[in-house]
């Protein structure tokens, strides 16, 4: 995991342990979201890609957890501009730069 449950209560503003297995489901689908998109574990990537994939996780799983609903909502334009970021440099250490 790129992101704690500590560090994601902390970013819901949660102040209860009740939920932690539910953030921690939530972060480990953002994650695999994420690596879904990029082709790339989180815990692989450069580390420049893994401070924009954090942030990334941290907006999934606030969207998710305020949702909850059936039907996953759509990522937002942010969220696309950070999938973009990450590709570009997982592209870029590929190609020997980092």
């Not at 759509?74 to 990450?86: T, Y």
Request: no cysteine.
């Amino acid at each position: 995991m790129i992101v704690s449950v500590d560090e994601a209560r902390a970013y819901l503003a949660v102040d209860h342990p009740e939920d932690d297995a539910l953030i921690a489901a939530l972060i480990d689908a953002a994650e695999a979201f994420v690596e879904s998109q990029v082709g790339v574990s989180v815990t692989d990537l450069p580390a420049r890609a893994q401070i924009i994939a954090r942030v990334l996780v941290l907006q999934l799983v606030s969207s998710w957890y305020d949702e909850r609903t059936p039907a996953a909502p759509a990522i937002g334009d942010v969220a696309k501009r950070l999938l973009h970021a990450i590709a570009v440099i997982v592209r870029a250490s590929e190609g020997g730069e980092s």
